[in-house]
């Protein structure tokens, strides 16, 4: 397989998977509490993979993706679906 076809295909496969959490949120929840649901798990994962870099000593400025690139993404989809969301329908369930 020709190697630009491969990596198409490598692209499309990552972006299905990343896809696939938030079609399950969207699927399983009410459509107010998807956006600060996204928020929480993104976060974690932020968190998650911020503690994964730091374990493996990744190095911050390599020319690839590393794991701080894919922590800092999470947290940016995080704070944007934290700026997206309404709190008012997270606080209505808590009272």
Avoid: K, Y
């Amino acid at each position: 397989m020709p190697e630009p076809l491969q990596s198409q295909i490598n692209l499309a496969a990552m972006v299905a998977i990343a896809a696939l959490p938030l079609l399950l949120l969207a699927t399983l929840l009410p459509p107010p509490l998807v956006l600060p649901t996204l928020c929480l798990v993104a976060i974690a994962g932020a968190g998650i993979m911020s503690l994964i870099a730091w374990r493996r000593g990744s190095n911050f400025d390599a020319p690839n993706v590393t794991a701080w690139d894919v922590a800092g993404a999470l947290t940016f989809i995080a704070c944007a679906s934290a700026i997206l969301s309404n709190p008012q329908h997270v606080i209505a369930l808590t009272m």
